[in-house]
T-cell receptor
Framework: EAQVTQNPRYLITVTGKKLTVTCSQNMNHEYMSWYRQDPGLGLRQIYYSMNVEVTDKGDVPEGYKVSRKEKRNFPLILESPSPNQTSLYFC???????????????FGNGTRLTVT | RKEVEQDPGPFNVPEGATVAFNCTYS??????FFWYRQDCRKEPKLLMSVYSSGNEDGRFTAQLNRASQYISLLIRDSKLSDSATYLCVVNRDNYGQNFVFGPGTRLSVLP
């Protein structure tokens, strides 16, 4: 089954304790991205990757890191989590479009992170 | 002005009603437009792409007006299962897949 898999689904941690949220897709998609969703603010892009070893900042990258060593995986790293990073996180992937057309995003089922 | 704005909602409609959602975007260079639906605390799922000529998928019709930078979604004969938040999604520029999401409009279809 074609899917984007995030782990864990739920995570409670304490301020300053490094954590990684994993994301993997089995659709051979070039493009992957991370979003956070907060009440009243909607979905905001954290980082995205156009392909292996190519990553770039989104709208809210502060406090996050990513890596893209393999095409299928795009982990999100919080080196020193803080309470303002408590949020619902989504990973998404898509094909890279050809000839100016764009491909819709496929989302993972989310990671609810609480930082105390 | 926000990049993508939507009707604030929520919309509460009876089963069988027709409901329309509106979305405006600020970047005239935007090329791609989508409607997603999101059930409570779940991942957004693609409902439909929006094409220049307008497009229909069963009970759902999407329209695009580039001159007014406006997108709409019409749901006919609404079902209880249509209750969700509807997100308008627009690409930000001509490079890559840099999308911006609207805040969403929540729909509740009532029996």
């Amino acid at each position: 089954e074609a899917q984007v898999t995030q782990n864990p689904r739920y995570l409670i941690t304490v301020t300053g304790k490094k954590l990684t949220v994993t994301c993997s897709q089995n659709m051979n998609h070039e493009y992957m991205s991370w979003y956070r969703q907060d009440p009243g603010l909607g979905l905001r892009q954290i980082y995205y990757s156009m392909n292996v070893e190519v990553t770039d900042k989104g709208d809210v990258p502060e406090g996050y890191k990513v890596s893209r060593k393999e095409k299928r995986n795009f982990p999100l790293i919080l080196e020193s989590p803080s309470p303002n990073q408590t949020s619902l996180y989504f990973c998404a992937s898509s094909l890279t479009p050809l000839r100016g057309r764009y491909s819709p995003l496929h989302f993972g089922n989310g990671t609810r992170l609480t930082v105390t | 002005r926000k990049e993508v704005e939507q009707d604030p909602g929520p919309f509460n409609v009876p089963e069988g009603a027709t409901v329309a959602f509106n979305c405006t975007y600020s970047n005239s260079a935007s090329q791609s437009f989508f409607w997603y639906r999101q059930d409570c605390r779940k991942e957004p799922k693609l409902l439909m792409s929006v094409y220049s000529s307008g497009n229909e998928d069963g009970r759902f019709t999407a329209q695009l007006n580039r001159a007014s930078q406006y997108i709409s979604l019409l749901i006919r004969d609404s079902k209880l299962s249509d209750s969700a938040t509807y997100l308008c999604v627009v690409n930000r520029d001509n490079y890559g897949q840099n999308f911006v999401f609207g805040p969403g409009t929540r729909l509740s279809v009532l029996p």
